[in-house]
């Protein structure tokens, strides 16, 4: 509890960690209580997971006041070239992909890139083990393994695995990101087993999942870890990326990058450029190097 001198009228001040949007309010637990709050309006947008100074407005409702300083932020491109922030204090960003719907690769690497270049740890969970597995998955998800990414294997219908990850997800912040469909909320289901986290069925004729999660969401877990269910939109992006950060986020790319005949190679069609070379001689997975450039043409060139 802090005492604020500016304001007598609200001398309360409280810390809350925000949990959710609802609505046009945003969810902020303290005490195990959960106050709709609103946030003053000069304040910068209230990501999920941050920490907030707030007082009681009227009874059972919140102001937020303050936001605290965060250790880490994770945010996606919004209107007018801004970015907005998305979610606050993670140590961890887990990727999750499953047998279906398709995995959309390119997606994944920007998620990786982003989290290489935000210092938060990342890794991969493989959910619907209890489905068989095409080889080309295998093959793909092979070159991410030999990257050092870690890759759990689940499947949250059967809950083989889970044991394990939740042992990976125990005291740290982390996010669940990923396509829709691919069982992100099921997941969270299953390690926070008193939340009713709503599913969904894949739609059978376009195996595209409906964005059944529609806010991202902060549960504890038993063993004093939090855990964001996210929804299945993409909820950071590149935002605030350059090429040469996009570059780097491919970590393999790394011990290569200073041998570039050039400062500014785009490591695209220039003069001596190692990264190339390093994928034509197959030091670098051909398809990483290939979704690098899309990416770098999705940024403009
Ligand atoms: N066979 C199988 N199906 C699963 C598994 N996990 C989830 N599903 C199904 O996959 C569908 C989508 O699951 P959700 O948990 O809603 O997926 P999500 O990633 O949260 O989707 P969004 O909230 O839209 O982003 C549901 O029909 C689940 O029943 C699994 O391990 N095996
Ligand atoms: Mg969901
Ligand atoms: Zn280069």
Avoid at 74 to 103: G, Q, S, T, W
Avoid at 154 to 177: C, H, I, N, R, Y
Avoid at 226 to 238: E, H, K, Q, R, T
Avoid at 265 to 270: L, N
Wanted: net charge neutral.
């Amino acid at each position: 509890m802090v005492v604020s001198k500016e304001s007598p009228a609200s001398a309360l001040f409280e810390e809350g960690v925000v949990i959710a949007h609802v609505g046009q309010g945003i969810a902020v637990e303290h005490d195990d209580k959960i106050i709709l709050c609103q946030p003053l309006r000069k304040l910068e947008t209230v990501a999920v997971g941050d920490k907030v100074l707030w007082t009681l407005s009227a009874p059972g409702q919140g102001r937020i006041e303050s936001i605290l300083p965060r250790r880490s932020l994770l945010a996606r491109p919004a209107r007018n070239n801004k970015i907005r922030p998305v979610a606050a204090n993670i140590d961890a960003v887990f990727v999750v992909i499953a047998v279906e719907p398709y995995c959309d690769f390119l997606l994944i690497d920007q998620y990786l890139a982003v989290c290489e270049n935000s210092q938060i740890n990342v890794a991969l969970i493989l959910n619907k083990l209890d489905l068989p597995v095409p080889e080309a998955l295998e093959n793909e998800l092979r070159i991410y393994q030999e990257l050092s990414y870690q890759i759990h294997k689940v499947s949250a219908k059967t809950g083989s695995g889970l044991p394990e990850l939740k042992l990976a997800l125990q005291k740290q912040t982390s996010v669940l990101t990923g396509q829709s469909g691919v069982g992100k909320s099921s997941i969270t289901n299953v390690i926070v087993p008193d939340k009713n986290v709503r599913t969904n069925s894949i739609s059978e004729t376009t195996k595209h999942g409906r964005h059944t999660t529609t806010a991202a969401t902060l549960y504890h877990i038993d063993n004093g870890g939090d855990l964001i269910d996210s929804p299945g939109v993409a909820i950071f992006g590149l935002a605030d990326l350059n090429r040469q950060q996009l570059a780097q986020g491919y970590r393999e790319f790394q011990p290569f990058i200073d041998n570039c005949q050039f400062n500014d190679c785009s490591h695209h069609q220039d003069k001596g450029c190692a990264v190339r070379a390093a994928a034509e001689d197959g030091k670098i997975a051909m398809t990483r190097y290939q979704r690098f450039l899309k990416l770098t043409q999705k940024m403009g060139g």
